[in-house]
């Protein structure tokens, strides 16, 4: 059975994830096969929108596939690595632009690469059981696939810690980051699809949404502006240490189990992009970081901590955020040249 299937249903473009059993982690095929169907759907007047959504309980999406990334790159080949993102982020600026509406149904767990094919999308779903989460930097990478861009909305400085520090999102938690809009009981997704396919019309979602189960992103807004509202790296540490508050003593644990050189990178890609607020710089920043990823940061120590040895003790190349230099960081972050990112210009979709 293929990891993939992208089909037409009565007024709609359907795009069902099924690698229940890898938690629908990305392969390329699966990259490549979304993207053609979202080609050949945005001339197809007969497809009115594109939903997606996914099989399996556990998990919409929990990243991309990067098993394979890891064999090659620890054996000095880094392009695999680079040919996949490049494709990742060309889909990932296609969902954002796309010219028709695009919903999606994100359950359980949908992070990274996950995020990356629901949230940029014009009109996302969430349930009862949905975790968003961009936990890249646990593995020495940075928020990617365009998530810079989504934290660098998130309301104050909500993205520097939702990016950082590898947060979970529930589903009232998630709307409050920008990261969904609307919630649909999970019993009724059958209900909405089905509308959705029958009828072509995007209000079909908010027809059905109700309000979300309550969160707790919303009461912590003003203890995260505050600390993650410094300057500095260091000085949001300052902040952190001189606050005796839970939050500020668990959120310092979760900086210090990321990698010292990824969270520093993230916060200033963040930063970037808010300046910016478009997903093509989004992309471009974060493909100079993953680019060198491997062979310069620290996602091949990542991966083998947290998925081959399993051992959770990663040997990062810097023993703690202070001590992660800013020419380190402004190096990681440098333009390309003529291997950056190119994205095929297409006009934005509504």
């Given amino acids: 059975m293929s990891d993939i299937s992208c089909r037409r249903e009565g007024k709609a473009g359907r795009i069902t994830l099924n690698r229940p059993d890898a938690l629908n982690a990305l392969t390329p095929v699966m990259i490549a ?3 053609r169907a979202l080609d050949a759907w945005a001339a197809d007047p007969a497809v009115h929108l594109v939903v997606i959504d996914a099989e399996g ?10 098993q394979e990334m890891y064999v090659s790159a620890s054996a000095g080949d880094y392009e695999f690595g680079r040919r996949f993102w490049r494709d990742e982020y060309r889909l990932n600026a296609k969902i954002s632009r796309y010219a ?29 059981n949905t975790q968003v989460a961009m936990p890249e930097c646990g593995i020495g990478l940075v928020p990617d696939v365009g998530g810079s861009l989504l934290l660098s ?14 947060a979970r999102m529930g589903p009232a938690d998630a709307i409050h980051a920008g990261f969904a809009d609307h919630f649909i009981p999970r019993e009724a997704w059958s209900g909405a699809i089905a509308a959705l396919v029958e009828s072509g019309d995007r209000d079909v979602p908010e027809r059905f949404a109700e309000p979300p189960p309550a969160g707790g992103l919303a009461g912590l807004q003003g203890r995260v502006d505050r600390h993650f509202g410094a300057r500095t790296v260091a000085g949001i540490l300052d902040s952190l240490e001189s606050d005796p508050h839970e939050f ?20 200033r890609i963040i930063r970037r992009v808010r300046e910016s607020d478009t997903i093509e710089l989004a992309l471009e920043e974060e493909f100079r970081f993953t ?60």
């Fill in 33 to 35: 096969e979304t993207e």
């Fill in 57 to 66: 309980e556990r998990a919409f999406c929990s990243g991309g596939d990067i």
């Fill in 100 to 128: 028709k509406p695009y919903v999606a149904f994100m359950h359980g767990y949908t992070m990274g690469g996950g995020v990356g094919v629901s949230c940029h999308g014009s009109h996302r779903v969430v349930c009862e």
């Fill in 153 to 166: 909305r998130a309301p104050g400085r909500m993205g520097e810690y939702l990016g950082t520090t590898a």
């Fill in 248 to 267: 500020a003593r668990e959120t310092r644990k979760r900086l210090d189990r990321n990698s010292p050189l990824s969270v520093a990178c993230a916060i």
């Fill in 291 to 350: 680019y060198r990823s491997a062979e310069h940061g620290d996602f091949l120590e990542g991966i083998r901590a947290s998925i081959i040895d399993r051992d959770r003790k990663p040997v990062w190349k810097h023993r703690d955020l202070r001590s992660v230099p800013e020419g380190v960081v402004s190096r990681m972050l440098r333009p390309l040249g003529s291997r950056g990112l190119q994205l095929q210009e297409e006009a934005r979709g509504t």
